[in-house]
């Protein structure tokens, strides 16, 4: 498989980026450990956002000072012996043709070749656990007595770059999001026949995995009934019952990037009333944080707005008291949604942000070329005690994947349907038990 050149002239520009934030420094970075036991390798995220190489084994070094070698690759030789048990190997030559660096090597030299050049240098790297080049890594570290930080200069710089979304970028995200929209109305449409939470998971990866998908962002979340009330419920196991609500978060991956989206539908085809409800109060909310995002505001902003839409409905309910302002302040609406409204998303699920966007009084602001998601929802247990029985043990999320644009947003999960009437018909069109 070629590089596309799109990709290819882009990570030029990435590890451009990368070179000029190291000065005189220099940045190791090792590619992902193998996986423990059964499963696919996936590229570790920075390695793969700099290099696209998509082996383990390998380590890329950035070093500006070096003028003919400023990107090197080292990387496994292909070896018939690993190939005929471990797989196929891309090997020193054709890595050097397919992918954007000065010069490939042996990884079998690293030792020999990094020794040159990190005496009395300022070394930026991160060890990653089960990656064998590691320990020689970290041995002729340790030999040459050279001390390594693993935060700030080129780090800093890799938070900046990936939180913002380059149109490649954006193109693997719109493909992640649009198969996993796909995958949710093939869950909604097996809804009525599913007697197991993880046949809908099975149904899932199928649509996905029938799509072109080799690897999901996260492990997906299939949650019947009172089950729905975890939030990271993750067991799948549980029996499907005739008029629960089902919530589905799962999502593909596209060339390594995410999509994260949830829907909650009843499998009856049918919202009871108060499921219907509860709904309507989570997709208010929903699409109250959707509409808000836009360049400039802060994700507490965001969060607050939705919130006081939640606190809104849910006192029309009965469930809460009081005035909003007095049920967001006392943080009383947490009871029922102690999750947060956002998260950056990209080629980890939870992406990376630049710390000034993180916690509560984050202080920076929304971009353009930022991707996040928007998911409140209603979660009520047992010791939620104060609140009718009609309204335990439901659990209801719907998350949308939203890119910022210069004048607003863009949900690029609108194909996904949400609204009552829409996953209703989704849900009936599919065959009875
Ligand atoms: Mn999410």
Not at 145 to 162: A, C, H, N, Q, W
Not at 245 to 274: E, H
Not at 288 to 315: C, Y
């Amino acid at each position: 498989m070629n590089m596309n050149s799109d990709l290819f002239s882009e990570l030029k520009v990435r590890q451009k980026r990368i070179l000029e934030s190291l000065g005189n420094d220099v940045l190791i970075l090792p590619a992902g450990a193998p996986p423990s036991g059964v499963g696919l390798f996936l590229q570790a995220d920075d390695f793969h956002y700099l290099t696209g190489f998509p082996e383990e084994g390998a380590v890329a070094v950035f070093d500006p000072t070096q003028e003919s070698e400023n990107v090197v690759l080292f990387v496994k030789e292909k070896n018939q012996q690993e190939e005929v048990w471990q797989g196929f190997t891309i090997g020193v030559r054709k890595a050097g043709e397919r992918f954007p660096a000065d010069k490939v090597y042996n990884v079998q030299l690293l030792e020999l070749k990094l020794k040159e050049r990190l005496k009395g240098r300022t070394v930026y790297y991160k060890s990653v656990q089960n990656q064998r080049q590691n320990a020689v890594i970290d041995k002729l570290l340790d030999q040459e007595g050279i001390e390594t930080t693993d935060v700030g200069g080129p780090f800093d710089e890799l938070l900046e770059m990936r939180v913002i979304k380059s149109a490649y970028e954006l193109e693997q995200m719109r493909r992640a999001i649009d198969i996993t929209g796909e995958a949710h109305h093939a869950c909604m449409r097996a809804g009525k026949s599913a007697r197991f939470e993880y046949q809908l998971e099975a149904e899932f990866e199928y649509a996905c995995k029938t799509r072109g998908v080799r690897h999901f962002a996260f492990g997906s979340i299939v949650a019947a009934g009172a089950h729905a009330t975890c939030q990271h419920y993750v067991e799948n196991n549980g029996p499907i019952g005739k008029d629960e609500l089902v919530l589905i978060d799962a999502g593909a991956k596209w060339n390594n990037y995410c999509a994260d989206l949830t829907r909650t539908f009843p499998t009856s085809g049918k919202f009871t009333p108060v499921q219907r409800d509860l709904y309507e109060i989570v997709l208010a909310s929903e699409k109250a944080g959707v509409e808000a995002v836009a360049p400039g505001i802060r994700l507490m902003d965001l969060h607050i707005i939705s919130a006081r839409v939640l606190a809104d409905g849910l006192k029309s309910l009965g469930i809460l008291h009081g005035s909003t302002d007095g049920i967001i302040e006392s943080n009383a609406y947490r009871d029922f949604w102690p999750g947060a409204l956002c998260h950056s998303l990209g080629l980890y699920v939870h992406d990376v942000m630049p710390p000034l966007f993180r916690g509560l009084d984050a202080e920076r602001k929304l971009e353009p070329g930022m991707v996040i998601t928007v998911e409140p929802g209603f979660y009520s247990q047992d010791f939620n005690y104060q609140i009718s029985e009609e309204f335990k043990h439901i659990g209801i999320r719907i998350e949308d994947d939203v890119l910022v644009t210069e004048d607003g947003h863009e949900n690029l999960s609108i194909a996904t349907v949400k609204e009552v009437a829409d996953v209703e018909a989704m849900v009936q069109s599919g065959a009875e038990k």
